[in-house]
């Protein structure tokens, strides 16, 4: 995947993925952002949100951001949120919750700076709800993407 700063920069696209589609225990949900064939999203932004699962007694919830292909997955950043905290990533930086992999905040920075996808090699959000009981509340993911016309 190649693309060129400058001239091919086209603007700034903005992804609301807000659900609150009910995760059951156990479960997991997948959003996946792909662009179309021919352009390429860097990550300018990324805001992600979820509340602690109502009644919820001892686990975890989890949002784990992958690159995909459709077939095989590359883990690129994990967000643990343990029973009893709602936890949230925003403007680039770890807001509140129990642990992000990777740890340290400025690694974290580079890593969703240099996140670059495209219509083959595309992002996956999927979440986790490892507590006791069902998600219902809703969870919120706000990205803002560069936007690039690939270099073919």
Not at 25 to 43: A, E, M, N, R
Not at 110 to 126: G, P, Q, R, S, W
């Amino acid at each position: 995947m190649s693309y060129a700063p400058g001239p091919s920069f086209l603007g700034l696209k903005y992804i609301d993925e807000t659900t609150t589609d009910t995760v059951s225990s156990g479960t997991h949900d997948i959003i996946t952002i792909q662009p179309p064939k021919g352009f390429v999203y860097q990550l300018a932004y990324i805001i992600w949100q979820s509340p602690d699962p109502a009644g919820s007694s001892s686990g975890n919830q989890q949002l784990i951001l992958d690159y995909t292909d459709g077939t095989t997955d590359l883990s690129y950043v994990n967000i643990v949120g343990n029973t009893g905290t709602s936890y949230a990533y925003m403007s680039r930086y770890f807001a509140s919750g129990d642990s992000v992999t990777p740890s340290v905040s400025t690694y974290l920075v580079e890593c969703f700076k240099n996140m670059i996808i495209n219509n083959e090699l595309y992002a996956k959000f999927d979440y986790y709800n490892n507590t006791d009981v069902d998600q219902s509340g809703t969870r919120q993911l706000y990205t803002y993407w560069k936007v690039f016309k690939e270099l073919l």
